[in-house]
């Protein structure tokens, strides 16, 4: 079955930079898309950054627009997401998403979850 495994996450202060791996194992033929969403203390889930795995076409949420690059190592079955300028905002459990749904890229299709990862900016 399908797992996807984040790595990466960790401490960093401000203005700092990291960069996050999720690891696809399991699956027969490439997702159509893959994202990152994040969770912070008291609040609800937010898409982060999500790419078009046929296209590489990516999208990002306003609050990360700029600093923020996610990108496929295809070889490898890995999405990355490079975290750079951080802010103590941007401190939450990270999670990695992939859905196969044919054409569909958007926030609310993806069934596919990895553990999340934390990230604490301080």
């Known amino acids: 079955h399908v797992q996807l495994v984040e790595s990466g996450g960790g401490s960093v202060q401000p203005g700092g930079s990291l960069t996050l791996s999720c690891a696809v194992s399991g699956a027969t033929t490439r997702s159509n898309c893959m994202a990152w969403f994040r969770q912070a203390p008291g609040k609800e889930r937010e898409g982060v950054a999500r790419?078009?795995?046929?296209?590489?076409?990516?999208f990002y949420d306003n609050s990360v627009e700029g600093r923020f690059t996610v990108s496929l190592d295809n070889a490898n079955n890995t999405e990355l997401l490079q975290m750079n300028n951080l802010e103590p905002e941007d401190t939450a459990v990270y999670y990695c998403a992939a859905t196969w749904s044919g054409g569909s890229c958007h926030w609310g299709t993806f069934d596919y979850w990895g553990q999340g990862t934390q990230v604490t900016v301080s």
């Open positions: 790419i078009y795995t046929e296209t590489g076409a990516s």
